[in-house]
């Protein structure tokens, strides 16, 4: 795959080096030619560190955006059609984070790196990209 994008989880773990990381989430980082990251992971992780919900994060917060660059990941701002994707998805899921970050997948045809099953729900949405874990 050329163009990837990853869930928050993903990137994070990619970060700090965490064994949760499947082999083909590697792999698809690995072999892509651009990573993607949502600026919407950026929210996600200050939002669960402020509520104390991801406090191994808390150390690297104020240098996301340099670590994205360092890594060789390019940020991705929240288009219009990703944010009324989000809203108008015929999908269960409630979860704010994921219901932006699949939309952008969808919008911006990106294979979406994440361990959560959830995003398999999406499998029948027109031009769901998929999910690499």
């Known amino acids: 795959m050329k163009h990837i994008l990853l869930d928050t989880h993903a990137w994070a773990w990619a970060m700090t080096g965490d064994t949760r990381l499947s082999t083909a989430a590697i792999a698809a980082m690995k072999q892509a030619e651009v990573v993607f990251i949502s600026a919407v992971s950026l929210f996600e992780i200050g939002q669960k560190v402020r509520l104390g919900k991801w406090p191994e994060m808390q150390p690297l917060l104020h240098r996301l955006i340099a670590l994205a660059e360092e890594q060789g990941g390019r940020l991705i701002e929240l288009s219009p059609q990703a944010g009324l994707l989000a809203a108008t998805l015929e999908w269960t899921h409630r979860d704010p984070f994921d219901r932006l970050i699949g939309a952008t997948a969808i919008t911006r045809s ?24």
């Open 110 to 133: 990106l294979p979406l790196v994440s361990a959560d099953p959830a995003f398999d729900d999406l499998a029948n949405t027109p031009k769901w990209p998929g999910r690499i874990w």
